[in-house]
T-cell receptor, first 113, second 113 residues
Framework: GAGVSQSPSNKVTEKGKDVELRCDPISGHTALYWYRQSLGQGLEFLIYFQGNSAPDKSGLPSDRFSAERTGGSVSTLTIQRTQQEDSAVYLC???????????FGPGTRLTVL | QKEVEQDPGPLSVPEGAIVSLNCTYSNSAFQYFMWYRQYSRKGPELLMYTYSSGNKEDGRFTAQVDKSSKYISLFIRDSQPSDSATYLCAMSGVVNTGNQFYFGTGTSLTVIP
């Protein structure tokens, strides 16, 4: 079956612009996670959605970052007024049961000039 | 103290060697133990997982969990150049208010032909 998909695969933007990153989880997965991975670094948790519950936003680094999940499926991560330090790979993962096995998408590589 | 500790390496071995990758953890509530493989410029791929303690074998890969020592290992036999990647351990369980998921920072492995 189809895995987690993310778009775009690469995004180059200018400092100060807003960007939107999209994640399509595995069909039927109720849990969705966003992570950030800087070059040579581990995974940094950003936000977690579970069904219709309020998302866990505890990992968002600033109020320039926000995310939504529509209809319990597709999620969009928005970064406003991008800064150079936002350059990283943004990874999305989904899980059929919260806290269980996570399956990752290929990531979106964001470069802020 | 971090929830999960993983030696970042890098680890370099000759082809055919046995590789041992390890993680330690602090929370006895963890129940799922996972290993992810991440090739350069790709998303993490779930390689193996174990529920609770014990061993699991899949081809050249063996995952071990020692809950008494809070220590997990991934062994790769007859290592191949195609095994060159970053390996991340991960674990999950009910911590405080709900299911939590933690990743190690990853160990970079290079298998030299």
């Amino acid at each position: 079956g189809a895995g987690v998909s993310q778009s775009p695969s690469n995004k180059v933007t200018e400092k100060g612009k807003d960007v939107e990153l999209r994640c399509d989880p595995i069909s039927g997965h109720t849990a969705l996670y966003w992570y950030r991975q800087s070059l040579g670094q581990g995974l940094e948790f950003l936000i977690y959605f579970q069904g219709n519950s309020a998302p866990d936003k505890s990992g968002l680094p600033s109020d320039r970052f926000s995310a939504e999940r529509t209809g319990g499926s597709v999620s969009t991560l928005t970064i406003q007024r991008t800064q150079q330090e936002d350059s990283a790979v943004y990874l999305c993962a989904s899980s059929s049961v919260p806290g269980n096995l996570q399956y990752f998408g290929p990531g979106t590589r964001l470069t802020v000039l | 103290q971090k929830e999960v500790e993983q030696d970042p390496g890098p680890l370099s071995v000759p082809e055919g060697a046995i590789v041992s990758l390890n993680c330690t953890y602090s929370n006895s509530a963890f129940q799922y133990f996972m290993w992810y493989r991440q090739y350069s410029r790709k998303g993490p791929e779930l390689l193996m997982y174990t529920y609770s303690s014990g061993n699991k074998e899949d081809g050249r890969f063996t995952a071990q969990v020692d809950k008494s020592s809070k220590y997990i290992s991934l062994f790769i036999r007859d290592s191949q150049p195609s095994d060159s990647a970053t390996y991340l351990c991960a674990m999950s369980g009910v911590v405080n208010t709900g299911n939590q998921f933690y990743f190690g920072t990853g160990t970079s492995l290079t298998v030299i032909p």
